[in-house]
């Protein structure tokens, strides 16, 4: 027969589990998203754009229902060491997930007036730097199911091919833009859409930073090379 403890306990155990799941479904929900936004580039589709921009409301009421979950957990549980940690984390993380999917509905909104020029084959290359973002955080929000630091670390070390992914796209815009003023406009949004998908990986080494705090209770401080060299005074040189 379970003691009061044990069952308190349990309880804690169960809706600690809840949450995590709720954060993931909530991941899953923004990873698809930014797979619909590059579908609808590629297929220049407005009307289903505006279905992925309408879509990250369920995102954003989802991240209010977890902010909801840890207000209660902290109020009814007061959970110190290493149970504050996963329930902050919780918070943090699903905040990265909001920016996620706000960026996702970005590349959808952009697409929209995209798909009124006349298409440009580097729009192609948006894909990859998707794959790249969309691997990243499916990675990591199996490192944060699980609890595995090594697996999030790992996300937290690779961002630097997105980086470097995204700078080779930057380039290839920028030349596009110098040979013919006529792609200034569609490029331009491209560049708004590849920094969209950038900034995706820097949330995903953000939660891996806080799944590496929860299990080892200390930050993540190791040097991680950037390889996105677009704001570096001398990339034109390059």
Known sequence: MNTPREHIIKSYDDELTRLTGEIVRMGELAVTQLESAIDVVERRDERAAQRVVDNDEAIDALEQEISHDVVRLLALRAPIAGDLRNVFAALRIAADIER??????????????????????????????????????????????????????????????????????????????????????????????????ERIGDHATNIAENVWFVVHGEPLVAPRAKRDLTASPDFDRK
């Not at 509905?105 to 995209?114: D, G, H, M, Q």
């Not at 796209?169 to 590849?194: G, K, S, V, W």
């Open 100 to 197: 996620i999917g706000d960026y996702a509905a970005n590349v959808a909104k952009r697409s929209i007036p995209l798909s009124m020029v006349a298409p440009i084959s580097a729009a192609a290359k948006l894909g990859y730097l998707a794959e790249l973002a969309a691997s990243e955080v499916r990675t990591v929000l199996t490192a944060y199911r699980d609890r595995d630091a090594e697996a999030a670390y790992q996300v937290w070390k690779d961002d630097a091919d997105l980086d470097e992914a995204y700078t080779g796209l930057f380039r290839e815009l920028l030349t596009y833009m110098m040979e013919d003023p006529r792609n200034i406009t569609p490029c331009t949004h491209l560049l708004f859409m590849a920094k969209n998908i």
